[in-house]
């Protein structure tokens, strides 16, 4: 069984024991949350597709950890004017992992 879940303003494809990153979340490592935002409920016969979202389903996911993804560098240049500028971004995530897909039949 898989699921189309937003999450935090982004979709994502998810199945049990999925472990997904995705933007840092208010929430304790270890604390287990639930994601009620589901857009599409898929079996390997039946598909549900929500308007706009999926009634009763939802998404149980698990906190593992948070962190910092790997830098990344921006540069900025204007060819024969003298401008260049030079940045780096780390952005931060929370790392989870599905435990169960519940889906009203």
């Given at each position: 069984m898989y699921a189309v879940v937003d999450i935090a303003?982004?979709?994502?494809?998810?199945?049990?024991?999925?472990?997904?990153?995705?933007?840092?979340l208010d929430a304790?490592?270890?604390?287990s949350?639930?994601?009620p935002q589901v857009l599409l409920v898929g079996d390997s016969d039946e598909i549900k597709v929500g308007t706009p979202q999926?009634?009763?389903?939802a998404v149980e996911a698990l906190v593992k950890g948070h962190g910092l993804a790997d830098k990344i560098t921006v540069f900025k240049m204007k060819?024969?004017?003298?401008?260049?500028?030079?940045n780096g971004h780390r952005q931060s995530y929370t790392e989870l992992q599905v435990?169960?897909?519940v889906a009203e039949s």
């Open positions: 303003g982004s979709q994502y494809k998810v199945e049990e024991g999925d472990h997904i990153r995705v933007a840092r304790e490592e270890g604390d949350l639930t994601f999926v009634e009763g389903a060819r024969r004017k003298n401008y260049r500028r030079k435990e169960k897909i």
